[in-house]
């Protein structure tokens, strides 16, 4: 099945448990120094420099790992992200306890050209920027040590010299006309493994079971590291349930083997099923021993049963599952792709909490991290390679592409949770290069999919937008954007249907639109007026745009959280009613930085997220969760919308989002009622009052009954009567500190001092003095520059216990300071 030359063992691939034993890997996060340009060569990195001399080029500041190039430029406003080379220096200490073992540094993956160094030596280098690699760091490492520069200038320390590289290369995926940034940096963990002479480069351990789960069958197959250093081991595989119970094992004496060899099959009657409510998993451990010296590595698999019926929905272990998804960037703000574990698992896990079954892990492989809480938390996984716009390259580029394909699959064979390899997105998007060939194209996606298959024939292929190659893959996405980009969002279902007709195996990923947070309209469907309807929901060229074309809610629409809020409510109720339906994903589960949208709300954001990029949750998330989850919840929509608007009395909607069978709404103190919850009954599934207001401020409560369960909700909000004129002047305040942090809000008056509650104007902040602004995070209240919501915006300042004058200004407008002290 999987086979590789004896040539690329020295930059193969590492099982993942043998990665995460103590005694074997350290990852190494401190004390790496960073310069983000290139030098003239590896020697600029390492020579000597005498104590105090200012001549020494370029300057090298102190990191930690993960560091991405990009942690902020991407998102400011003011320039373009840097693309280009960049390094990074350490010194290690290296002390193997294996007699002739191996030294190897593993990369989790690392963007997007990467050389290493061990002194001037140059060990390995790799290409691609979402795989993981190995470099074989052995004799170089001996080499130096025999040095007298070892125990000299590095005092007993081996130096490590990396180069990364991301700038824009036509014969590299994934192409730069990607709606997403091609990052630069070591923004994954890097880890020191120490091997014994003879270990296992990977275990691939298959579990199967019929869709009755009465057996269960695992077969192991693995790959040696090193086989050439001993002609015979003894091999040990054991199995643990999920309950940590041994319940299969096996040992043998056998000649060492290139390739793969396949060491053992078994069964396993009535296996304990995984599944997105209960993900079971059994452990794998291989044993390998040869001259007295032993190697572990163990991986997790779950027995599941899972097919796309043909004209159909998904089944699950002979169950349908409704596939509720979302998508996922490997982006946070502050750090970029340089996302901690600790960062990942907050992310995965609120995932979870909205009710998320699946995900698609847009547009590369992605952290192991990744898929052991997908596997761990039951969430099905489509992962895809980076083919994604741009046409199609030469023969570098198609061999990167299946090399990136094979490194995918083999280094994520194991995991339960995935259930579609994805070759590609939007290969209909045309703009690299002069030749756009869709036949050609069609060729490259053939030998993809053959080669999907041929790897592992368990799992389905898929791709995203590209209807001249929908039939070469086992389940297709068309392009659906109903209320957004196109159409009406109550078009969805039939649309949706005419596409389900077209495909054997349909399945819906990327739906919704962009919503500025903190952004709240009264009237959120205006701009569906001027839609036309019975068009079609797709993207087209130039959709995306905020400029010419037909008129579209993309580019029409006020981009508030209201409008977002009827769409996702929309489509979520519909889909209750779609027996056909194999599952869709929400695009994307958080808003992540572009280098295509910079006139967006937030520059550089693209802000379709149910989350901001620092993990601050929307009024959407809520809703997902009274569509997805069982534990009882409820939340009034208007968390951070403060202060409402309209005429004295009017009646005004109270939208609550609950998956309880019925709510009671306290306005004042006053009940307005109990409504039964039905999901049919749109919007907000009937929980919604018609409430009379006048001039002032408003406390609304909700309770909540499911079964004997009550759950409450409360907000405060202000109602504005008197009518605003053309937008004339801002104020500045500071409205909160702590910790040393200030929060200021600017807010935008007509002449008569009227707040313009639907301003949108953009505002810039400056600063000048002790403090800094919080700013270049990608979010509503941590940019520089950004569009208004509902006439205000916020923004921090680390005051850093000085004075400072801070600044905001607006086109036509005054610009006004504010002294903090």
């Known amino acids: 099945m999987f086979k590789k030359s004896a040539a690329l063992l020295l930059i193969n691939l590492l099982g993942i448990s043998l990665l995460l034993q103590a005694q074997t890997s350290k990852r190494l996060i401190n004390n790496w120094e960073f310069v983000k340009e290139d030098l003239g060569g590896v020697w600029e990195a390492v020579r000597p420099v005498k104590a105090g001399n200012p001549e020494e080029m370029p300057y090298w500041q102190k990191v930690s790992l993960p560091h991405c190039f990009n942690a902020t430029d991407a998102v400011d406003p003011d320039v373009n992200y840097y693309q280009g080379p960049g390094w990074y220096r350490t010194n290690i200490e290296v002390a193997n306890p294996y007699t002739k073992g191996r030294t190897l540094l593993h990369f989790e993956g690392a963007g997007q050209k990467t050389q290493v160094y061990i002194y001037t030596t140059k060990v390995a280098e790799h290409v ?44 590299m995926i994934p192409s730069s006309l990607s709606d997403f940034n091609v990052y630069g940096g070591l923004y994954r963990y890097l880890n020191l493994v120490y091997t014994p002479q003879l270990s296992a480069d990977k275990l691939f351990a298959h579990a199967t079971v019929d869709a009755k789960g009465a057996l269960g069958k695992l077969s192991i197959k693995a790959r040696l590291f090193n ?19 041994v319940v299969a094992d096996w040992n043998k004496a056998l000649p060492t083997f290139q390739g793969d060899e396949l060491l053992w099959e078994t069964s396993l009657k009535s296996p304990k099923l995984w599944s997105p ?50 998508h996922r960037h490997e982006d946070h703000a502050g750090v970029a792709a340089a996302m901690t574990e600790e960062m990942i698992v907050t992310e995965m896990k609120l995932m979870k909490e909205m ?19 997908c596997d761990s938390l039951g969430i099905l996984v489509w992962e895809e390679i980076p083919w994604c716009r741009g046409g199609l390259g030469g023969p570098v580029y198609q061999e990167q592409a299946k090399r990136m394909l094979t490194n995918m699959i083999e280094q994520h064979y194991n995991h339960p949770s995935v259930i579609i390899w994805g070759l590609g997105n939007e290969n209909d998007w045309p703009g690299d290069f002069t030749e756009f060939d869709q036949q050609k194209i069609r060729t490259f996606m053939k030998e993809l999919n053959d080669l ?13 937008r590209c209807d001249f190659c929908r039939d070469i893959v086992d389940v297709y996405s068309p392009s659906i954007w109903a209320g957004w980009y196109r159409g009406d969002y109550t078009e969805y279902k039939q649309v949706s249907l005419d596409e389900f007709n077209k495909s054997d195996r349909f399945l819906h990923v990327e739906w919704g639109g ?43 629409g006020d981009w508030s959280e209201s409008y977002i809020a009827n769409l996702i409510d929309w489509h979520l109720k519909e889909q209750e009613t779609m027996p056909w339906l194999s599952g869709t994903a929400y695009w994307p589960f958080k808003d992540f930085s572009t280098p295509i949208r910079p006139e967006n709300p937030v520059p550089y954001v693209n802000q379709k997220g149910v989350i901001e990029r620092d993990f601050t949750k929307k009024e959407a998330f809520y809703i997902f969760q009274s569509y997805w989850t069982t534990t009882p919840m409820v939340h009034i929509y208007g968390h951070t919308w403060p202060i409402r608007w309209g005429a004295e009395g009017e009646e005004k909607m109270v939208k609550v989002y609950s998956n309880c069978d019925e709510a009671e709404l306290f306005v004042n103190g006053k009940s307005f009622g109990v409504k039964k919850r039905n999901s049919q009954d749109f919007p907000a599934a009937g929980l919604r009052w018609q409430v009379p207001m006048g001039k002032g401020k408003y406390t609304f409560k909700v309770v ?25 002047q801002m104020t500045l305040e500071k409205i909160d500190e702590k910790d040393g942090i200030a929060t200021l809000e600017v807010k935008l008056f007509d002449a008569q001092k009227v707040l313009c509650l639907d301003a949108v104007n953009l505002v810039a902040f400056g600063l000048v003095g002790d403090g800094e602004l919080i700013k270049d995070q990608g979010t509503s209240t941590g940019s520089s520059k950004v569009q208004l919501y509902n006439g205000r915006a916020l923004i921090k300042v680390k005051t850093n216990k000085g004075k400072s004058v801070v600044s905001v200004q607006s086109k036509g407008m005054p610009t006004v300071f504010l002294n903090l002290n």
């Open 514 to 556: 962009d919503s500025h947070a903190r952004r709240h309209s009264e009237n959120p469907d205006n701009a569906l007026s001027k839609i036309k309807k019975g068009g079609g929901a797709d993207e087209r060229a130039g959709d995306a745009s905020l400029y010419g074309g037909a008129a579209r809610v993309s580019k029409d």
């Open 355 to 373: 009710g998320v079954n699946f995900i698609r892990l847009g547009h590369y492989q992605q952290s192991r991290i990744v898929l052991d809480l």
């Open 128 to 171: 691609g920027g979402y795989d993981e690699w190995t470099a074989d760091i052995t004799d170089a490492v001996e080499k130096f040590k025999q040095s007298p520069l070892f125990k000299g200038q590095f005092k007993g320390k081996v130096p490590v010299i990396i180069r990364c590289d991301n700038s824009r290369d036509l014969e």
């Open 277 to 326: 409510d209960a993900p079971q998993q059994y452990e794998v451990k291989l044993s390998i021993t040869a001259n007295g010296e032993t190697s572990v590595m163990t991986e997790k698999v779950g027995f599941r049963n899972f097919e796309f019926v043909k004209k159909g929905p998904f089944m699950l272990n002979g169950k349908r599952l409704l596939l509720r998804g979302t």
């Open 227 to 245: 086989p050439d250093a001993v002609k015979e081991a003894t091999f040990k595989i054991s199995v643990t349930d999920p309950n940590g119970k």
């Open 704 to 728: 909540a009954k499911k079964g004997k369960i009550t759950v409450s909700d409360e907000i405060v909000q202000e109602y504005q009567t008197d009518k605003w004129g053309k937008p004339a």
């Open 452 to 464: 999907s298959h041929k790897l592992d024939p368990s799992r389905n292929t898929a791709i995203r």
